[in-house]
């Protein structure tokens, strides 16, 4: 039993920054990776980034590439999700989640990202 809970989201004109947080209880060596979804009015869920479990490594989208990145505390048993220069583009609801084989199975509630001007 895994909950995961998203902070940090708000609204930041375009080139601002934001991190949001993702603070994890509970077991997930059961999980390969836990990252980022996201998903904007109208659009499907898409994948921003996530880290291996095991590893550290990471995984990007391509259009963040460059302008998010991903770390984790495990000491704290949290992970972040820097996000710079942001653009308008990036407005979406962000869930945290818990992945195997690149598939999200385990989600927290979102958090709203809005880039305007």
């Known amino acids: 039993q895994v909950q995961l809970v998203e902070s940090g989201g708000g609204l930041v004109q375009p080139g601002g920054s934001l991190r949001l947080s993702c603070s994890f209880s509970?077991?997930?060596?059961?999980?390969?990776?836990i990252g980022w979804f996201r998903q904007a009015p109208g659009k499907e869920r898409e994948g921003v980034s996530c880290?291996?479990?095991?590893?550290?490594?990471?995984y990007y989208l391509d259009s963040v590439k460059g302008r998010f990145t991903l770390s984790r505390d495990n000491s704290k048993n949290t992970v972040y999700l820097q996000m710079d220069n942001l653009k308008p583009e990036d407005t979406a609801v962000y869930y945290c989640?818990?992945?195997?084989?690149?598939?999200?199975?385990?989600w927290g509630q979102g958090t709203q990202v809005t880039v305007s001007s």
């Open positions: 880290i291996s479990i095991a590893d550290g490594s990471t």
């Open positions: 509970g077991l997930t060596r059961d999980y390969d990776a």
């Open positions: 989640s818990l992945l195997n084989s690149f598939r999200g199975e385990t």
